[in-house]
């Protein structure tokens, strides 16, 4: 059975304009001649969710010598100035090949928001330090009490001298165990709508006083943390903008993470590995991609995601001529994530037993594993992070109804 | 006291509310609290024995009651309470099928009697490579020999297999023929290797080459193991079933709370209704799981081979139509803890998983339906 999405890798006709078909054979030439196999290989295997800090790095430094590392970001700033579709399609091109997301906590959030609204001090000084992931950033807004009403946090910052001393606890923060620095919400004030006490800060988490806990997920893997703050001193030219408008700048950077909650290719990717699963699985004595059953159930879902892929180009296509909508954001972020866990469920359906075994040192008996358990499991949190999926609708009818 | 139902002529009605039963589920919930993740051998196995547990699994003339209804029963209170244990294969599965087999055969005999009071417990090998259950026509192969036979088997995480005292493992002789070999833990330790389920279930492949075993080793063959087989895979399905109702009514009830206590935008979630309707649908997918166990049960013992496997393949679908959608709506309701592996939310999602893929997803269970 033939990939339906394959023929959407750009060769499909009329979607592409010949400089960008070019563009992506120059992405794919250079992916396929300077992506470490190993790396690429730890992706494919499905065993690493997260990519490793080290694949990362790795692949951040090969992509720098390239002028690539920051490619979401203007020329102004060390970027190479992607249009909205070479970006997706760099993006499209790197993650079928299986080369490891770079850390977007830094690329695509803290580093717009300094953009916008830093000092001209905290550009100099953090912008490049993200390129080369001299700094590798966690984000910092979730709190026990504070999930989906994010405005109600209470992790207080007060004023001392030229110090905000901070207290509290954030919660679910991805990556801070391997982080160096952590964009946070806290609150200065406590008067008025709580919205307006709400200030930016960028902390060290070498600063004494912050204690990292690792919080295990239900696919047995450590990916996010408790982060606690006690008489943690903040120096104030870590503050972003003015005191109070954090959250003007949070929603900026929240409208950033959904709209660059694309990923298409590692949609393509997951599917490739979908396919080969159904393959080399045998059920019933025959193989999984022969079972009526099942082929209609893939076929459907390669359907879904050509034509996610599709709404996904038209809506770049329409941002790129000055047409955006605000619908376009929570729709994305919703397609994107239930296509993510559809693929993933129907991994887990295409193993079936032979997935079973949980994270098995030795899969002699049981190859190829590939973690399709693990990764369903894990795969959960998509329609929960970013906004969850109930809020992005909110969101959406909120937009359409009033 | 014991709670084990009194000794009845006739099983109760499918859906008929029985107080015998009721009592035995009631008494069987309270005595496990705090139960789950602990050792089952030492901690839930005299427990469940004092209540009659698995003696009511024993046919009528030795006191037993209810068949796969009381299994059922059994199956869906410990699932609901976290419990991953051998009840279901060894107590509702295997020691009922070795209990249909007539043969004058002593040490079968002990067997038995050791199964029906709980002093051991036997699993049976269902899976080899292939993702479903090879039982009629298995690659291990049983071959003759002076005095006896040589099996080469390769068997695939079997269910407690490096707990049980007993395996059952499903076998072809050269001829083709279907038959069932019995292991012995004890002689086979060397022949299992070690692996943890999803779910946290303790399994084990299983490798033999030409190893040895008597005549009295293979206990069924040709007919009669094929009649032993399919019911074995019926009644585990059916147990299964029961167990992911359990897991999913924990799922639900655990949602309900949740949505009721956990406040964002200063009032509780259960005050969204976009949520109230998705639980009142996740309640619904629940009754129909209910329904369909109660009659996958009534059916092991009731009906004959084909409408038996029928009835459970339907019901089957049913019911893992519904644990998938339970278990994602639950952790989905709760937001980021719903991810995070300390809750019991995770391990019952984890749990419906595993039993939603014993047999295949809910499309295996549809072929088999119509098949
Ligand atoms: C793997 C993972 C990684 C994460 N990484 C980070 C991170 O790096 N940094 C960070 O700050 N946060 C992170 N988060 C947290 C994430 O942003 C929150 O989980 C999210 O905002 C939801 O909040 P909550 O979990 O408290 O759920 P709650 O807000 O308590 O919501 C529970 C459920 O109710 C629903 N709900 C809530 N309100 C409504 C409503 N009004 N109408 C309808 N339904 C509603 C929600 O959609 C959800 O299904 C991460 C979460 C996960 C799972």
């Known amino acids: 059975m033939k990939m339906t999405i394959g023929t959407l890798g750009g060769t499909m006709k009329g979607l592409f304009t010949p400089e960008e078909q070019a563009f992506r054979e120059e992405v794919r030439a250079f992916v396929r001649e300077n992506l470490p196999p190993d790396v690429a290989e730890r992706l494919k295997s499905g065993s690493h969710p997260v990519p490793l800090r080290s694949d990362v790095q790795r692949w951040t430094e090969i992509l720098h010598k390239r002028g690539w590392a920051a490619y979401p970001w203007p020329k102004e700033y060390g970027g190479p100035g ?25 690329l695509k959030m803290v580093g717009p928001v300094i953009m916008k609204y830093g000092s001209d001090h905290q550009k100099a ?9 001299e700094h590798f950033w966690c984000q910092g807004y979730s709190e026990p009490g504070s999930g989906s009403d994010l405005a109600s946090l209470r992790t207080r910052a007060v004023l001392k001298g030229d110090r905000y001393v901070v207290d509290g606890q954030k919660v679910w923060t991805t990556s801070a165990h391997e982080a160096d620095w952590i964009f946070c919400l806290v609150r200065t004030s406590t008067e008025g709508k709580p919205q307006n006490g709400i200030t930016f800060l960028l902390i060290d988490l070498r600063t004494p006083g912050i204690t990292i806990r690792p919080i295990i997920t239900i696919d047995g893997r450590h990916e996010i943390n408790e982060v606690w703050f006690e008489n943690v001193e903040v120096p104030v030219e870590n503050r972003v903008g003015e005191e109070g408008k954090g959250w003007t700048y949070a929603k900026y950077l929240l409208e950033h ?23 080399t699985t045998m059920r019933g004595g025959k193989r999984v991609i022969d079972d009526p059953l099942f082929r209609t159930r893939l076929a459907a879902l390669e359907a879904e995601l050509a034509t996610i892929d599709l709404t996904n180009l038209r809506f770049l296509r329409e941002a790129q001529a000055g047409r955006q909508s605000a619908l376009h954001a929570p729709v994305l972020k919703i397609m994107s994530s239930e296509m993510q866990q559809a693929i993933s469920e129907l991994q887990l359906r295409a193993l079936g037993t032979t997935a079973l075994p949980f994270m098995p040192s030795d899969a002699a008996t049981n190859r190829p594993h590939q973690y399709a358990a693990e990764n369903y499991c894990n795969m959960r949190k998509t329609t929960i992070y ?12 909120k937009g359409l109804l009033g | 006291m014991s709670a084990r139902p009194e ?4 099983a109760p009605l499918a859906f008929q509310p029985d107080e015998s039963l009721e009592t035995f589920s009631d008494m069987l919930a309270r005595s496990i609290v705090g139960k789950a993740g602990k050792d089952w051998r030492t901690e839930l196995w005299p427990t469940l024995a004092e209540l009659g547990a698995f003696a009511a699994l024993a046919p009528e003339e030795r006191g037993g009651y209810g068949g796969a209804h009381t299994a059922a029963i059994a199956c869906r209170v410990l699932a609901q309470a976290g419990i991953v244990s051998p009840f279901a294969i060894s107590a509702a599965t295997v020691a009922r099928a070795l209990a249909q087999i007539d043969r004058a ?26 993702a479903l259950p090879s039982l ?20 695939r995480m079997v269910a407690f297999g490096a707990e049980a005292d007993w395996m059952l493992v499903p076998v072809r002789s050269a001829a083709g023929g279907t038959g069932i070999a019995l292991i012995e833990r004890a002689k086979a330790m060397g022949a299992l290797k070690p692996c943890t389920l999803i ?5 084990a492949d299983l490798e033999l080459t030409e190893y040895p075993l008597r005549e009295a080793d293979v206990l069924a063959t040709g007919e009669e193991a094929r009649r032993l087989l399919l019911w074995m895979a019926d009644a585990f399905a059916a147990a299964q079933c029961a167990e992911s109702v359990g897991a999913m009514r924990a799922l639900v009830n655990t949602t309900a709370e949740y949505l009721g206590t956990r406040k964002q935008f200063g009032q509780p979630l259960s005050a969204n209704q976009a949520l109230r309707h998705r639980f009142v649908d996740m309640e619904i997918m629940l009754a129909k799981a209910e329904t369909m166990a109660t009659v996958a049960a009534a059916a092991v013992d009731a009906e004959d081979a084909d409408d038996r496997r029928r009835i459970v393949a339907t019901a089957r679908y049913i019911v893992t139509r519904s644990a998938w959608k339970v278990s994602q709506e639950a952790l989905q309701m709760h937001g980021a803890i719903g991810m995070a592996n300390e809750t019991p939310l995770g391990r019952y999602f984890k749990r419906l998983l595993a039993l939603s893929l014993w047999f295949g997803d809910e499309d295996a269970s549809l072929n088999a339906a119509f098949a």
């Open chain 2, 199 to 203: 779910d946290g279930t303790p399994a």
């Open chain 2, 7 to 10: 000794a009845q002529a006739a």
């Open chain 1, 257 to 279: 993470e959904r709209l660059n909650f694309g990923g298409m290719g590692f949609c393509k990717r997951e599917l490739a590995r979908l396919h080969e699963m159904a393959r």
């Open chain 2, 136 to 155: 009629l026509d298995p690659k291990s192969v049983l071959v003759r020999d002076a005095g006896g036979y040589r099996l080469t088997a390769r068997k």
């Open chain 1, 386 to 397: 970013a906004g969850s999926n109930e809020i992005q609708r909110n969101i959406a009818a």
């Open chain 2, 105 to 130: 055969d002593e040490r079968l005999g002990t067997i038995v009697r050791s199964l029906e009071d709980s002093a051991a417990v036997a699993t049976i090998a269902l899976h080899e490579e292939d």
């Open chain 1, 82 to 106: 992607f249009t909205p579709v070479e970006r997706y399609i760099f993006e499209d091109e790197c993650a079928m090949a299986g080369a490891p997301e770079l850390v977007p906590f830094g």
């Open chain 1, 125 to 133: 000084y953090f912008l490049p330090r993200i390129v080369r992931l």
